[in-house]
């Protein structure tokens, strides 16, 4: 048993992992093998992550919603991701359970980090996950979807607030749970 599988992961990392994400100690040490190979500092910068993840939407322009979805998760404010917060995000954005996943999501929309989402935030996520549609798909968007503000307003409605309101994380977890197309403006997945 011991700690034979995990190569370099701290016990206590890998406890921890194992605890909040779905993965396997085996999946854990094989994702921090490869961490490390990739980042020898043990460090992911915000250029190499959104290098990273550029690779993702070769098609468009991701490095607004990278920065975005990298300060998200960047949990303690140092600018760079160490391998848990990597790890949780990987987990949060790949096999999370809905509620944490959205939890995650009024994070990547509170901007500012103060709890509450404005208007002119979810303008400003909206618009990074637009330039994340390619050209050709943008053509075949709905007349009320087919630009980031259009998208934004839409999405503001949802939670029937004015302009100058603000939405609290559980408002924002049950407005989106409970309307199909919120959760579809709140993300990008590319059409294959």
Request: net charge negative; hydrophobic share 35%.
């Amino acid at each position: 048993m011991g700690n034979t599988k995990s190569g370099a992961v701290s016990k206590e990392i890998l406890a921890d992992l194992k605890l909040s994400t779905k993965f396997t100690e085996t999946e854990i040490a094989q994702w921090y093998e490869n961490f490390k190979r990739q980042c020898p500092t043990g460090r992911i910068s915000k250029e190499e992550f959104e290098n990273i993840y550029s690779k993702f939407f070769p098609e468009s322009d991701a490095q607004t919603y990278a920065q975005h979805v990298f300060r998200s998760f960047d949990t303690n404010d140092d600018g760079t991701l160490d391998f848990k917060e990597y790890i949780i995000a990987l987990h949060m954005t790949s096999t999370g359970k809905t509620t944490s996943k959205l939890e995650w999501a009024f994070s990547l929309f509170d901007v500012d980090k103060n709890g509450y989402i404005t208007k002119s935030e979810v303008k400003e996520i909206c618009t990074a996950i637009f330039k994340l549609i390619p050209k050709d798909e943008i053509a075949t968007l709905a007349d009320d979807e087919n630009t980031a503000e259009k998208r934004a307003d839409k999405l503001w409605n949802f939670f029937d607030k004015g302009e100058n309101e603000r939405v609290a994380e559980g408002e924002f977890i049950q407005g989106v749970l409970e309307n199909d197309d919120a959760l579809r403006l709140i993300q990008y997945s590319p059409a294959k």
